[in-house]
């Protein structure tokens, strides 16, 4: 160890013991601000103005930073050309979830996609390095850095490195009673051994904040708003990608934000050669080049850096030069973290905890499950609802779903210090086929239909397809207008046709259960598609009216009719009811009769008919009280026979 690194850990010493602790309820230099639950459009970062406030608390904070500066720019020098040497250091991190309502209870699945964030970033593993404008791609740096959640404790118990406190405290801002356990946040672990993070509502629309190497110990880490943490569970946008660690995180390894936090002079300075020099901040995900007044020319200033304040899609570079600040700092005031053994599990009572490679899969496809669990566990019992197989001993188990649905996954570990287990409801959701929008058909909108007891005919209820999958199925939904309750029938063929035929008197009996108008009931009628998990309803509904007893067909005439014939209606013109005779003949044994209203540009109005008649003579009745004058045709459709009609309309 050089002297200059010596002299830091001397100055670290000396803040220790100067250093004011900060433990007001909101009243001091740390004020409590407005609730950051609301969704914000604007990156804010409290670093600068936390760092201020430390370095006047404590003046001789200032002169250490100023020392570290002079040590960095040593370090550049003395390792310009040793990049290729390097090894990749691991950094235990703590995550101290501290919260005030349920939602700030962030999930573990939260806090690992935090982590996962972190080593894509900084290793330039991330998928959106296609994103970074071809004139910078040659700068862009991998940090070797990797960080993973403690497995051991400041005592050396086993950790999954994760604490969780509940606390009154609605906001916690910049205020340093976050830091601290008897004022309601958490204290803070060795930072010698661990990165220390924390998770508030930090209020105000305030994303994070950090501190910089070299300060008092019970401060040192990282804050950051609950919504703003990793890419899942309560992230909301546009921060919801887990950038903004990764920018606080480069601010507790030394970096400062691009610009300077010179407010647009261009005489201000992040100590970085090889980033363009730069006014102001930049907000939201501008377009490519983007110049100013301090860089007023192509390929202009580096707004996608993680140290800019754009949004978390935009960000997607750390740079050489940048990198050289963050080895400088790993191996200077942060050097313990090298040899620390946080991450590194140990024997004791084990704590279970486990994770799918994906927790969203096709139907038929597999997961791969992982046991995360600290303590060192020797034996281990998974339980895999829906699953292929349905348990396993393995340590690390490849499991199977055929079917679409959301299941439950449980695993219990064990060894001689004892046994723990974890329960994951609805973990694994199992996609079925895509469904695509569809429409029903028949009958059309306003159709009277003829129900009776006793009559075993059908009405057939009809739409487009979802989709050709074989697995999809549809029910049909019959409900009266202004109610709530749902008469449901599968479609034919188990449920996998795009027709539902339902007996005559079944909608007979279902118009006595809704209770009647007279003779009748209004009723709407819609389709659901189902893929085994998610379903999707027809985009419209049709509203029909259930018509019992005699009106409907009627039988005039027990004559048997030596052909099919359809008659001109009567009266015509009409207001609003007409009568329609027809005749099937008897060289028929039976038919489907099928006799439809259309009105003038062809578009499909009521079905009267359509249902399987014997031979004779018959009536039907239209009720056209639902539409507006006009010219009709009426047309049948049975057997070989197909003729149609006009009518008159005239209210």
């Not at 601000?33 to 409290?46: F, M």
């Not at 101290?96 to 962030?106: E, R």
């Not at 079917?403 to 329960?423: A, H």
């Not at 397809?465 to 029910?475: D, E």
């Amino acid at each position: 160890m050089n002297n200059r690194i010596i002299q830091f850990f001397i100055f670290g010493s000396v803040i220790f013991f100067l250093s004011i602790l900060i433990k007001g309820t909101g009243n001091d230099a740390f004020s409590n601000v407005p609730d950051n639950s609301q969704v914000i459009d604007r990156r804010t970062c409290g670093t600068a103005d936390y760092m201020e406030t430390l370095q006047i608390q404590d003046p001789s904070y200032r002169e250490w930073l100023k020392g570290f500066e002079k040590f960095a720019e040593k370090y550049a020098k003395d390792h310009e050309f040793d990049n290729d040497s390097r090894n990749v250091i691991t950094i235990p991190c703590v995550v101290h979830v501290v919260w005030n309502t349920p939602q700030q209870n962030i999930s573990e699945e939260q806090i690992i996609s935090q982590i996962d964030i972190l080593n894509k970033d900084f290793r330039r593993l991330n998928a959106d390095t296609t994103n970074t404008p071809p004139p910078f791609k040659p700068l862009g740096a991998d940090c070797e850095l990797e960080f993973r959640l403690a497995r051991r404790d400041p005592g050396n118990n086993p950790t999954l490195g994760i604490t969780r406190t509940q606390t009154s405290i609605t906001e916690f801002g910049l205020n340093s009673i976050l830091k601290f356990t008897s004022s309601g946040g958490h204290d803070a672990w060795d930072r010698d051994r661990y990165l220390n993070l924390w998770v508030a509502n930090l209020g105000g629309g305030l994303l994070g904040y950090a501190t910089f190497p070299g300060g008092s110990p019970s401060l040192d880490g990282v804050a950051i708003g609950y919504n703003y943490f990793g890419s899942t569970g309560v992230a909301v946008p546009p921060f919801n990608k887990g950038r903004t660690g990764t920018h606080e995180i480069g601010h507790w390894l030394s970096l400062y934000h691009i610009w300077g936090d010179d407010n647009g002079s261009c005489a201000g300075s992040d100590f970085v050669d090889d980033t363009p020099n730069q006014a102001l901040e930049f907000y939201s995900c501008p377009s490519f080049p983007q110049v100013d007044a301090c860089t007023p020319n192509s390929p202009g200033v580096m707004f996608m850096n993680y140290m800019d304040y754009t949004d978390d899609a935009c960000m997607n570079l750390f740079t050489q030069g940048q990198l050289v600040r963050v080895n400088a700092t790993m191996n200077g005031p942060r050097l313990p973290l090298q040899t620390s053994n946080g991450h590194v599990n140990v024997s004791g009572t084990p704590l279970c905890t486990f994770r799918a490679d994906s927790v969203s899969i096709g139907y038929t496809g597999h997961v791969n499950f992982s046991d995360l669990s600290a303590g060192i566990p020797t034996s281990w019992q998974w339980t895999f609802s829906g699953g292929t197989p349905p348990a396993s001993t393995q340590q690390n188990p490849v499991i199977t779903y055929n079917t679409p649905g959301l299941y439950t996954v449980k695993l219990r570990i064990s060894n001689s210090f004892g046994s723990d287990s974890l329960t994951r409801t609805s973990y694994i959701r199992v996609r079925g086929a895509a469904l695509s929008t569809f429409n029903i058909v028949s009958p059309p909108a306003f159709t009277r239909v003829g129900v009776a007891a006793g009559d075993t005919s059908k009405v057939n209820f009809t739409w487009t397809k979802s989709s050709n999958n074989p697995t999809v199925n549809y029910k049909l939904k019959i409900r009266k207008l202004s109610t709530q309750t749902d008469y449901v029938f599968p479609a034919n063929s188990g449920g996998i046709d795009s027709v539902a035929g339902v007996s005559r008197n079944v909608l007979d009996s279902i118009a006595a259960l809704m209770g009647t108008t007279g003779d009748s009931v209004r009723c709407t009628w819609r389709v659901f598609a189902f893929n085994g998990l998610d379903s999707a309803a027809s985009t419209n509904s049709f509203v029909i009216t259930l018509v019992r007893g005699t009106i409907g067909i009627q039988v005039i005439s027990s004559e048997v009719p030596a052909s099919y014939a359809l008659y001109s209606n009567y009266p015509n013109p009409f207001n609003p009811v007409t009568k329609i005779r027809f005749d099937i003949p008897g060289s028929e044994k039976n038919s489907i009769v099928n006799i439809t209203v259309f009105d003038i540009l062809g578009k499909q109005n009521s079905v009267l008919v359509d249902r399987e008649l014997k031979a004779g003579k018959y009536e039907v009745t239209w009720d056209a009280a639902e539409f507006p004058s006009g010219v009709y045709f009426y047309r049948i459709s049975a057997g070989n026979f197909n003729e149609t009609k006009k009518m008159i309309l005239v209210k």
